[in-house]
């Protein structure tokens, strides 16, 4: 029977039906793809629709407006420049939910973050050089994001507490905390109202030549690409799989290595769950 089945699938009559099986996948993913992508914008654009009736609003006007703001002349440049560091939120956010964990925290994530190289940039640009200063800052602000959610994870490691909750909770929190520090330490001391000091435009990210487009735009849609793997559930069950065989070597490394703030709680409360699966399937 093995054999006759061996036979069979190697056998040339069967081989022709690989090209168009593989055509017709392609052609589904394809489709998936564009219906995944464009329904949810369709529908997005349909709801703010019946919200801008209710609220007496013109619809297109409002939409006609967006247009011509944002995307028209060299408006779409300014876009681009608002879009990349919620792009690299929404990276980090790919894995988090692909694995069935929730992180509703990323808002006072990216505050804080944004708060504390706000304060320390100025004074770290001015004294060092500025590829150093803008991968030690990016480094602040990825370790601060992630610091904020240790807590979220050790709840629902250690108590199964649920982690909507705690992270919408740390959010509220991290917004706090980064008005106080703009409001206090970090605010500049020339200007009356609550704002950090401004860095000199030669210290940025560089620009795109002929455009204001600054390379973080470049480096968050590398971050996507690189992510994009992670857009498969199995590609996330199958990285899961290995980090639970090493749970003593990930917790070293999530030690001494600053990650993105968005993956720090999904790999301990993943583990976590993959290390009681195991013990109950050998207790059985």
Not at 30 to 46: E, K, N, T
Not at 147 to 160: Q, S, V
């Amino acid at each position: 029977m093995t054999g006759a089945t061996t036979d069979t699938a190697l056998s040339p009559e069967m081989r022709p039906l690989e090209p168009v099986a593989t055509s017709r996948r392609f052609v589904t993913d394809a489709i998936d793809v564009v219906v995944r992508s464009v329904v949810p914008v369709l529908l997005a654009l349909g709801a703010g629709a019946i919200l801008l009736l209710a609220l007496g609003r013109d619809p297109i006007t409002f939409y006609s407006n967006v247009w011509k703001g944002g995307i028209q002349l060299t408006a779409w440049q300014d876009s681009a420049i608002r879009a990349a560091p919620l792009l690299l939120i929404a990276v980090g956010l790919v894995v988090v939910f692909r694995a069935n964990i929730w992180n509703l925290g990323y808002n006072g994530q990216f505050l804080l973050g944004a708060a504390l190289i706000s304060g320390l940039g100025p004074h770290l640009v001015a004294s060092e050089p500025r590829w150093f200063a803008l991968l030690v800052l990016f480094l602040v602000a990825g370790g601060a994001g992630a610091a904020w959610t240790l807590a979220p994870a050790l709840l629902k490691a250690r108590y199964e507490t649920n982690e909507i909750i705690t992270t919408l909770m740390m959010s509220f929190i991290g917004v706090g905390v980064a008005n106080i520090l703009i409001k206090g330490p970090f605010q500049d001391p020339t200007v009356n109202i609550p704002q950090t000091r401004v860095l000199p435009l030669d210290k940025m990210l560089p620009s795109i030549p002929g455009t204001r487009i600054h390379v973080g735009v470049l480096m968050a849609l590398a971050a996507a690409l690189i992510a994009l793997p992670f857009a498969s559930p199995l590609s996330v069950v199958l990285v899961a799989s290995v980090l639970t065989a090493f749970p003593c070597e990930l917790a070293a490394t999530a030690v001494s290595a600053p990650t993105a703030s968005s993956m720090a709680a999904p790999a301990a409360i993943q583990i976590d769950r993959s290390m009681k699966k195991s013990s109950s399937v050998r207790e059985s």
